[in-house]
């Protein structure tokens, strides 16, 4: 069975940085695309960052670029999503998911971890 569990999120103040990170069970995580997804209340899902199961550098949308930072640890089954310099726009609940969200959102995800951040 595919599991997927996202932690990290909470409250944090605009400027802050916080560490996301997601346990993978139950599927080749090794050579598994996983990607970082975010949805804000009323707002479509975004694709934040895409990282490849090699040495390859991530992917970064636009509301990622030069401010999140996203790595895995294969041998571990865990990926992660560093946001820093964080805005309120960022507010939103952050999923892990298996696939490459540049070509689609359908893919197994976790429960998501609530990112809310203050003014």
């Known amino acids: 069975e595919v599991q997927l569990a996202e932690s990290g999120g909470g409250t944090v103040q605009s400027g802050g940085n916080v560490t996301l990170s997601c346990a993978a069970s139950g599927f080749p995580f090794s050579i598994a695309m996983m990607s970082w997804v975010r949805q804000a209340p009323g707002e479509e899902i975004e694709c934040v960052s895409v990282?490849?199961?090699?040495?390859?550098?991530?992917y970064y949308g636009d509301v990622a670029k030069g401010r999140f930072t996203a790595s895995r640890d294969n041998t571990k089954k865990m990926l992660y999503l560093q946001l820093s310099s964080l805005k309120t726009e960022d507010t939103a609940m952050y999923y892990c998911?298996?696939?490459?969200?540049?070509?689609?959102?359908?893919?197994?995800r976790g429960q998501g971890t609530q990112v809310t951040v203050s003014p």
């Open positions: 998911m298996w696939s490459d969200c540049r070509q689609s959102m359908i893919g197994s």
């Open positions: 990282v490849y199961p090699t040495l390859q550098s991530p």
